[in-house]
């Protein structure tokens, strides 16, 4: 399945559903990745390792598809700044690789360069 196919498939599903829906719909699967996580982080006895990776792994799956589904809804819709959500991220992407960037060179300096 390509990019285009996602997008169209995500695009109509907002249309079909309705924005409401989708809504609470990326709440509910954002919940249940943190359940899983949790459990993932915080092992269980009662729970098999593999299946609780494997949960991750489709919570992981959901969520990323009402994010798309979210995106959609949103496209280029700025916040009261004039920032889109994609300029946000871009943003925040830079912000984190240069906090990494830093802690590198502070490793280094300090003789922790491994």
């Keep these: 399945m390509t990019e285009h196919d996602r997008a169209a498939i995500c695009l109509r599903a907002v249309t079909h559903f309705g924005p409401h829906s ?3 719909k990326t ?3 954002c919940s249940e ?6 459990r ?3 092992p269980d ?4 390792p593999a299946q609780v990776f494997d949960g991750v ?3 992981l799956a959901d969520v990323t598809i009402m994010i798309a589904q979210l995106g959609s809804m949103l496209g280029d819709r700025a916040d009261t700044k004039g920032r889109t959500w994609q300029m946000i991220m871009e943003e925040k ?3 984190l690789e240069a906090r990494m960037n830093a802690e590198r060179e502070e ?3 300090d003789g922790d360069d491994d």
């Design 27 to 29: 709440a509910e699967e």
């Design 22 to 24: 989708r809504l609470l």
């Design 93 to 95: 992407l830079r912000a």
């Design 107 to 109: 490793a280094v300096l």
């Design 40 to 42: 993932w982080i915080n």
């Design 33 to 38: 990745l943190s359940a899983a996580l949790t």
């Design 45 to 48: 006895e009662g729970h098999d």
């Design 57 to 59: 792994i489709e919570e």
